[in-house]
């Protein structure tokens, strides 16, 4: 009577627990089922394009060119670009699509014990996502500032000049042994005293800002309706925000090289000094910026 009594408890424990496991394995199917996916093979290689096309590249990488010897910089740019940037790249991007999961949990799928290497990244793509909407924010005001007859920076006739500014436009030296070295150019004031108001010290905070208050919540807005239905969202925004950067550069591309001294400029900026070869710093820029290049971390 015992035994019988222990098997049919046994029968009912593992009848049990085929039930759970079958209900958690459905939910997780479910789950799998309703989980975002991309719409297409196109809107995935338009978002990592348009990772790609970030500040980093835009905005940082010709500033090391030209500090760290111009066109002698692409030798360690390149060298790390194939040792590190795309081992890197590919690593990450077939981490996401073996494991079919987020930034955190495809750690764990790896090892339990890398986990908190998803936090990590989180934690770098939340706090480089703050800076990112500042920056975009600026951009706004400045866009909003130039649909006038005038460009608000071109000129020194505004309330927030000084006296010291000068048109670059007209900027005119008459004599040899004259020359405005106290001027500031109409462009900085803009910038310092127009966008950002910058307060005489840390004592005095200023007041609120509040059109670049506004840009700053409308950077927000759009990054909340980018995001808000998952990949599905963000798949149809990279049709604008990976493909417009493109024409951009393409316009503004353009439009240099019909300036007057283009060619002679670009010489100068891409002109190659071997000698910065022999600085380590060179090589440290060259190796963080395939950071900045690849998105690495921030995928």
Known sequence: LYKHSEMNLHT????????????EMLTTSK???ERGKWGSKK???LSV???IIGLG???RFPYLCY????????IPYVLFLVTCGIPLFVLETALGQYTSQGGIMCWRKVCPLFEGMGYTSQMIIFYGGISYIVILAWAFLYLFSSFSGELPWATCNNTWNTNRCVEINNYNTTANWTSPVNASSSVLEFWQRRVLNISSGIENLGTIQWDLSLCHLLAWVICYFCVWKGVRSTGK???????FPFVLLIMLFVRGMTLPGAFHGIKYYLYPNPERLADPLVWMDAGTQIFY????VYK
């Open 67 to 74: 500090k760290n010897g111009g066109g002698a910089f692409l």
């Open 57 to 59: 590249n835009v905005w």
């Open 293 to 296: 290049s690849y998105c690495c």
């Open 43 to 45: 809107e995935f290689i």
């Open 237 to 243: 925004a990279t049709y604008f925000t990976a493909t």
């Open 31 to 33: 789950t799998v089922e």
């Open 49 to 51: 394009a348009g990772a």
């Open 12 to 23: 009912c424990f593992t009848s049990l627990w085929d039930n759970f496991l079958g209900d």
